[in-house]
């Protein structure tokens, strides 16, 4: 039973890992997004347009920042030497994801008036598997 157990953790131990990854970016990204909104928005649980993009841009920014590093280390091993190019095409895919998260949580905050904090989670899982296709396949391709 061990052994099978060993046998699927090395089998599964990119997604595995991005999982752990994802999981404390998430606490990053949301942790920064729901303290600022606390600060700044106090009380409100469905936030104008405005404020809205406001805290999808800090939960973003401070996701895309944390989440490099972990991603090229841990999760997809990179050893790629271009950095600088690496971590430009990181933040692009990310961008991309970052769009369809800020359409999808307009719609369900602004639009089908969701609590926010509701709103984020569902978002959240759609762009964390569009996240790991893009950087598996277009970020951190093995060469």
């Known amino acids: 039973m061990i052994e099978k157990i060993k046998a699927l953790c090395v089998k599964y131990r990119e997604i595995i890992v991005y999982v752990l990854v994802g999981g404390m970016t998430t606490v990053v990204s949301w942790g920064c997004k729901f303290l600022f909104g606390a600060i ?8 104008t347009v405005a404020q809205n993009t406001v805290l999808n841009i800090v939960e973003n920014v401070s996701g895309i920042l944390f989440a490099y590093f972990p991603n090229r280390k841990w999760v997809f091993q990179s050893r790629d030497p271009d950095i600088g190019r690496e971590f430009l095409g990181f933040v692009g895919s990310r961008l991309g994801t970052w769009g369809l998260s800020y359409v999808l949580n307009l719609l369900f905050v602004n639009v089908l008036h969701i609590d926010y904090r509701i709103a984020t989670i569902i978002v959240a899982v759609v762009v964390v598997i569009g996240n790991y296709v893009i950087s598996k396949f277009l970020v951190f391709k093995k060469k």
């Not at 700044?40 to 936030?47: A, E, I, K, S």
């Open 40 to 47: 700044f928005y106090p009380g409100v649980t469905l936030p």
